[in-house]
C-alpha cells in the first residue's frame, strides 16, 4: 500500500470503534468543530447539547472515531443507514 500523507508527515492514523474511554476527546473535537461550523450557537446551548452528546446521541449509535497518533480527533455518528454527526478538529 503506499504512503498517506498523514504517514508522510509521521502521523499514525486510526479509525476504530468508539470505546468509553475516548469520551472527553471526542467531545472536545466537537466542541471545537461546533464553534467554528456554528458560530452563531449560544454557549449554553453548546454546554446542554456536550451532555445530550453524552446520555443520548452516543448511547444510541454507531460511533466510530479518527485517531491520530493516539489522540481522538474526530468522528462519526451513524444511526441506521444515515451520518447522525460528523465532526473533525479544525485545530
Known amino acids: ?12 492514523p486510526v479509525i476504530r470503534s468508539y470505546e468509553s474511554t475516548d469520551l472527553d476527546e471526542l467531545l472536545d473535537a466537537w466542541t471545537s468543530a461546533s464553534k467554528v461550523a456554528h458560530p ?11 451532555e445530550n452528546i453524552r446520555a443520548i446521541y452516543l448511547p444510541n449509535a454507531e460511533t466510530w472515531v479518527y485517531e ?3 489522540a481522538v480527533v474526530g468522528f462519526i455518528a451513524l444511526l441506521g443507514n444515515e451520518v447522525g454527526a460528523i465532526f473533525v478538529d479544525p485545530t
Request: net charge negative; glycine share 8%; proline share 12%.
Open 68 to 70: 491520530l497518533d493516539g
Open 40 to 50: 452563531f450557537l449560544s454557549p449554553e446551548f453548546l454546554v446542554q447539547e456536550r
Open 1 to 12: 500500500m503506499p504512503p498517506t500523507l498523514a504517514t508522510i508527515h509521521g502521523m499514525n
